[in-house]
Nanobody, 127 residues
Framework: QVQLVEAGGGSVQPGGSLRLSCTASGIPQDYYSIGWFRQVPGKEREAISSISNRDGRTRYSDSVVGRFTISLDNAKNTVYLQMNSLEPEDTGIYLC????????????????????WGQGTQVTVSS
């Protein structure tokens, strides 16, 4: 059974940093993509970043380019999201999601592009 578990959220001041992790288990195939999304009450779930374990390609939303870095430890089936220079607008629940269907060829930015989701971890940026 596929499971995704996020960790690393918390409360920080503007300008601070956090590192989120997403550990996947039960993945039934060799190649996949993992994405990070942000959920804010009253808004649609927003794609933040994604990575393919097939070739290491990454993708970022315009709002986080230059501040966030996504990386993958294949041996641990864990994806990390290093978040620097955090802003109050980065506040939300961060969820990771697994795309099996594209087998790592696509870095989707839409919710329907993913097959499994974690429960999320809260990130709060406030002074």
């Amino acid at each position: 059974q596929v499971q995704l578990v996020e960790a690393g959220g918390g409360s920080v001041q503007p300008g601070g940093s956090l590192r989120l992790s997403c550990t996947a288990s039960g993945i039934p195939q060799d190649y996949y993509s993992i994405g990070w999304f942000r959920q804010v009450p009253g808004k649609e779930r927003e794609a933040i970043s994604s990575i393919s374990n097939r070739d290491g390609r990454t993708r970022y939303s315009d709002s986080v380019v230059g501040r966030f870095t996504i990386s993958l430890d294949n041996a641990k089936n864990t994806v990390y999201l290093q978040m620097n220079s955090l802003e109050p607008e980065d506040t939300g629940i961060y969820l990771c999601a697994l795309d099996l269907g594209s087998r790592g060829y696509i870095l989707s930015q839409i919710v329907k592009g993913y097959d499994y989701w974690g429960q999320g971890t809260q990130v709060t940026v406030s002074s």
